[in-house]
């Protein structure tokens, strides 16, 4: 599976952004897509994922409330619509994908189950 993601772009507090990440591949029914950011300096972080197959989807402590994930399957995107975005938000937003070989029971937030990435976009948000 191959990723890219767009949608990032400097917006005020407050505002909103939503990103999408393009999905390409013939396993698509097979992966977890999740939305990870890295700040300057620090880890890469989990935001939220969803299942292709069967949509199931998370998002973390630290955005729930403000953030959703969602799939489109006509056009192969996974979307992360984001409100009421803080400088804290300020990162850049990667999406990845579980391999296909790989089966999980409870869709996983931790980077390890992630291999396949996309190459990140921009988020900035100004106080």
């Known amino acids: 599976v191959q990723l890219q993601a767009s949608g990032g772009g400097l917006v005020q507090s407050g505002g909103s952004l939503r990103l999408s990440c393009v999905l390409s591949?013939?396993?698509?029914?097979?992966?977890?897509i999740g939305w990870f950011r890295q700040a300057p300096g620090k880890e890469r972080k989990f935001v939220g994922n969803i299942d292709w197959l069967s949509s199931r989807n998370t998002v973390g402590d630290s955005v729930e409330g403000r953030f959703t994930i969602s799939k489109d399957r006509s056009e192969n995107t996974v979307y992360l619509q984001m409100n009421n975005l803080q400088p804290e938000d300020t990162a850049i937003y990667y999406c990845?994908?579980?391999?296909?070989?790989?089966?999980?029971?409870?869709?996983?937030?931790?980077?390890?189950?992630?291999?396949?990435w996309g190459q990140g976009t921009q988020v900035t948000v100004s106080s």
């Open positions: 591949g013939r396993t698509l029914n097979s992966h977890i």
């Open positions: 990845g994908a579980t391999r296909e070989d790989e089966y999980y029971a409870i869709i996983p937030a931790y980077l390890s189950a992630y291999y396949y």
